[in-house]
């Protein structure tokens, strides 16, 4: 595998960061996922705005776009996959002991790696624990994951594929790494923003391309949805088919369908929507 590090590409077994990089030491990144198809980048315009967003939030120096856009250019180039998860990371850089911001300036790393198709459902559980809606890291994505780590493990426990947070207002916000939706009476609703969860990009395209509602939900919601699905960059729209203990349709519902069928016409016909 052949990824760039820092202004060029290395084969992975040779490629260095330090060791004292504040990604590594104190969780001080961000990064993006981005869906490849056939060697083409989906949204990246989009991928790379939030790239910048959370730079900022995070106090990191803006990342230089046309180096990441040639970046992500020679890493698809060189890793020829028909379905690639591409991986931007962009950390606070070399740190002498991982307690001030880096004297050798940002680390960029670019990789791709094939994935195979998600499959068209998933079971899901919620989690206890609480996503801060009022956080210094909220809506940013930052390389701090391992709350994600742990909830994820404790969905695969029980074999689910992701597992769902409330905010620590009791609402419902958002999977390790995917945006929710659910049906209700015919229309589809998505917690906003404002309960906490990341502004994914594929949920705002769902958003618009279904004139998903945004609207604050208790979590019991989940017990109620006549469908429920989930959005992410890897996952698209899939519908889930188990939630916890409750068994909804084994196939994705009508609404669920409907909205899948738009969102791979819409996202075949634009790359960079
Ligand atoms: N929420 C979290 C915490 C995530 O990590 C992700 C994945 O990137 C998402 C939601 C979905 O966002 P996107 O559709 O941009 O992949």
Redesign the pocket.
Known sequence: MRIWVNGGLRDADDARLSVLDHGLTVGDGIF??VRTTEGRPF?LT??LD?LTRSARGLGLPDPDLDEIRRAVAAVVDANPVPLGRLRITYTGGLSPLGSDRGTAGPSLVVALDGVSRRPDTTAVITVPWTRNERGALTGL?TTS?AE?VVALARARERGASEALFPNTAGRLC??????VFVVLDGRIHTPPVASG?????????AVEWTGAEESDLPMEVLAEADEIFL?????DIQAVHRVDDRELAPEPGPVTAKAMRIFDERAGNDLDP
């Open positions: 993006e996922t949204a989009r991928h939030r994505k994951y994600n958002e999977g390790t790494g995917s945006n969860c990341l502004a994914g990009i594929t949920r705002a395209l959005t992410s960059t890897l996952r």
